[in-house]
């Protein structure tokens, strides 16, 4: 008589699993059409729309003198001052500022009268230009005749440095394909065993020799294969239809799939904290949104953590889908590979060490 085959039964329970989970509304849901919807309204808004001239001043601008009060003045630019150059060029690559405007006065007597220099951001050239209608006619304001000499009171020089444009969706699409791993593997993760338990259908498996890691290994081999398969194309869509910036192609495509893959693992051990914990079937959502709703809101899903007052960033930097926004992010726009994101992976596995340690405390199988 042949011994039974536990990996014939892990092939068998993968299956039945991803039938169970294609055929689920909620995992269709949280899994790609959640995601998706606010990747369309933020892709199709753009990085468009009425908004400021946000002109930075360097350290060695000339506050003083009648020109610079002149823009001072005109509406449209946003004025702020940085003495960080790192900042400066980061603010201008992710086009959160327009241009780095110097003027210096030179002394009475030399020509031309003033020294411009505008340091201008790739995504925005056409504001950049708009500045720089803006000084000349400040500089004719000074003197209505002086259009005809214009060249002899200041030169302009412009400069558009050519870096990568960070648009919104280089933004947006990795917190929603995060927030859609996190989500995915809590509900889940936490229905499956609640309900399996409830129907007693992990008891009848008892009585049959498949071994409880592979009822565990199959559910996760089966939720890893959909979420990963959600994440390809929540990917996919983004950078076709939105330009979303992959900088290696396929090589950071995989590099996000394995960042996807390891976040999977961590989040479920959520799930099955919570599957335990749960009483009925109803308590699982307020458990569930517990722990997805704050990291949704507070995790760099929608706004840097930096935006966030100085208080409440501690709170966010603890959070795990945090470290997974920010590796994808830093993978897809800035090129880094896994080794690069090394810092933010560790402390995932952390909180999946853990995360699974109070579920072999909580697990219950009958």
Same mark, same amino acid.
């Given at each position: ?38 990747? $369309? ?25 009648? =020109? ?46 003033? $020294? ?56 947006? %699409? ?27 259908? =992990? ?28 994440? =390809? ?22 590099? %996000? ?54 208080? %409440? ?10 470290? %997974? ?20 992976? =560790? ?20």
């Amino acid at each position: 008589m042949s011994s039974y085959s536990n990996f014939k039964a892990l092939k068998a329970l993968v299956k039945a699993s991803l039938q169970s989970i294609a055929k689920s509304p909620s995992a269709i849901v949280f899994g790609i059409a959640f995601p998706m919807i606010f990747i $369309l309204v933020f892709g199709f808004i753009g990085d468009g729309g009425q908004s400021p001239i946000r002109v930075i001043t360097s350290p060695g601008n000339d506050s003083a003198n009648a =020109l610079y009060a002149s823009l001072r003045q005109m509406p449209g630019i946003e004025w702020s001052s940085e003495a960080d150059t790192a900042l400066i060029a980061r603010l201008l690559a992710e086009g959160k500022a327009t241009a780095v405007l110097t003027i210096r006065r030179q002394p009475a007597g030399m020509a031309p009268q003033y $020294l411009i220099r505008i340091n201008g951001a790739p995504g925005q050239v056409e504001k950049v230009h708009q500045l720089e209608s803006m000084i000349r006619d400040a500089l004719i304001r000074q003197d209505p005749g002086i259009a005809v000499r214009i060249s002899q009171l200041a030169s302009i020089d412009t400069e558009i440095r050519e870096v990568r444009r960070f648009r919104s969706i280089d933004f947006i %699409l990795p917190g929603q394909l995060g927030f859609s791993l996190l989500a995915g593997s809590i509900f889940g993760t936490a229905f499956v065993f609640f309900n399996m338990r409830q129907t007693l259908v =992990l008891k009848r498996f008892f009585a049959t020799p498949v071994r409880r890691g592979t009822i565990l290994l199959s559910e996760g081999i089966a939720r890893m294969c959909f979420q990963l398969l959600s994440a =390809l194309i929540i990917i996919i869509v983004g950078h076709l239809a939105f330009g979303y910036t992959l900088v290696h192609g396929v090589v950071t495509v995989l590099n %996000l799939l394995v960042l996807s893959m390891i976040s999977i693992l961590v989040f479920m051990g959520f799930g099955f904290t919570i599957s335990g914990l749960a009483r009925n079937e109803a308590s699982i959502p307020p458990f569930a949104n517990l722990i997805t709703l704050p990291q949704f809101l507070l995790a760099g899903t929608f706004f840097p953590v930096e935006s966030f007052p100085g208080w %409440l960033q501690p709170f966010s930097r603890a959070l795990p889908l945090t470290y %997974l926004n920010d590796a994808m992010r830093k993978v897809a726009f800035d090129g880094a590979g896994l080794w690069d994101v090394r810092l933010e992976i =560790l402390i995932l596995l952390a909180w999946g060490v853990l995360i699974y340690f109070i579920a072999g405390r909580v697990f219950k199988w009958e």
